[in-house]
């Protein structure tokens, strides 16, 4: 490698954010800054990381993708029994990170987990393309496969079980999860890594709001 890894670095000097600019409602501000994101064109603006635990504390993240956004919470879909779902199941807590490089922006969302109705789950699972459904069945997902052949023969099995037209039930084990944030932070980058940090944090049925040093 011939750039140190320490030597990586860039400015931040797209702009600014005040807390006298941004909304009293933090989900008002996200879908202002999402929008902001789409009108971007960024690749998969609604990409993000969540950060699960198990009961002991053992942290995980990966990537997923917001699915709805409503005055309750973040939504996303997955296998219930797959690595994050056991973990969120067990320790119902979790925290999630979007990151818009282009714009300079981070957005950060802490707050407990809680499962969507299973008819929240069945609307969704049904707007799916009908290969995603397939591939929710046909996947146990975080489990060992001895060969990625095995996952194309059970969706070749799959797709002569249902054919073209039958319609393809949602897999028992397979949801949503909305995460019901009790914190939001919206993060500009500054010159200097003076960067801009608002929080907002959920009290006593209200949002309170604050700057917080970078």
């Not at 690749?43 to 995980?60: F, H, K, L, V, Y």
């Not at 296998?79 to 950060?108: C, D, T």
């Amino acid at each position: 490698m011939n750039t140190a890894i320490a030597d990586l670095r860039r400015e931040y000097t797209r702009q600014g954010l005040l807390k006298q600019d941004v909304d009293s409602d933090p989900f008002r501000q996200f879908h202002r800054w999402f929008e902001q994101a789409l009108a971007a064109e960024l690749p998969e603006p609604n990409a993000m990381t969540i950060a699960s635990a198990t009961p002991d504390g053992r942290p995980s993240a990966r990537m997923v993708l917001l699915k709805n956004l409503d005055d309750q919470g973040f939504v996303f879909y997955t296998n219930y029994e797959s690595h994050k779902g056991q973990e969120l199941l067990a320790n119902p807590w979790a925290s999630l990170v979007f990151w818009w490089a282009e714009l300079e922006r981070q957005v950060r969302v802490e707050g407990r987990v809680e499962q969507v109705s299973a008819a929240e789950s069945d609307a969704y699972f049904h707007s799916r393309p009908r290969s995603s459904q397939l591939g929710a069945w046909a996947s146990n997902q975080s489990r060992i496969v001895d060969d990625r052949a095995d996952l194309e023969q059970r969706l070749a099995e799959l797709e002569a079980q249902y054919g073209e037209d039958q319609p393809i039930p949602r897999p028992p084990h397979w949801g949503g999860f909305r995460v019901v944030p009790e914190v939001i932070e919206f993060w500009q980058g500054r010159p200097n890594r003076l960067h801009d940090r608002i929080v907002y944090r959920h009290k006593a049925g209200a949002w309170t709001l604050a700057r917080l040093a970078p």
